[in-house]
């Protein structure tokens, strides 16, 4: 089991091309022995986006605070605090943050295994130390 505040999980910037004032952290994930499924906390200053982009595995979302719109394809979609998002395999999507304050959310995502062909990178890298 794991039992850890928030606040001591490091954040790390969003380093994929297209990124802009994207910050990460890994909550949950295989190095804790989650069989299946990693969880994130994503938070996207004023302004701010995740890169324009698709993968072969779905996103589930839950936006904890703030508000923006969600690109899908190339249709906007707006979203606030307690919204749910599903993006499904090989969606284009894009988080944009259109409010005033900072966007936060959780996502969770299931493990790739190795080897897996993905036709574009995740939008973030995992972190290497932890």
């Not at 394809?73 to 988080?95: K, L, M, W």
Request: charged letters at 25%.
């Amino acid at each position: 089991m794991k039992v850890v505040p928030t606040s001591e999980i490091p954040s790390t910037p969003v380093e994929m091309e297209g990124a802009e004032g994207c910050h990460v952290k890994w909550l949950v994930d295989e190095k804790d022995g989650a069989p299946n499924f990693a969880m994130r906390c994503f938070e996207v200053e004023p302004s701010g986006h995740t890169p324009r982009h698709s993968h072969p595995y779905e996103h589930e979302v839950y936006i904890l605070e703030g508000e923006g719109v969600i690109l899908e394809n190339t249709q906007e979609r707006p979203f606030s605090a307690g919204d749910v998002i599903y993006v499904a395999p090989d969606e284009v999507h894009q988080f944009r943050n259109t409010g005033e304050s900072a966007v936060k959310f959780l996502c969770m995502v299931p493990h790739i295994p190795p080897g897996t062909p993905v036709r574009t990178l995740p939008e973030c890298a995992r972190p290497e130390s932890t």
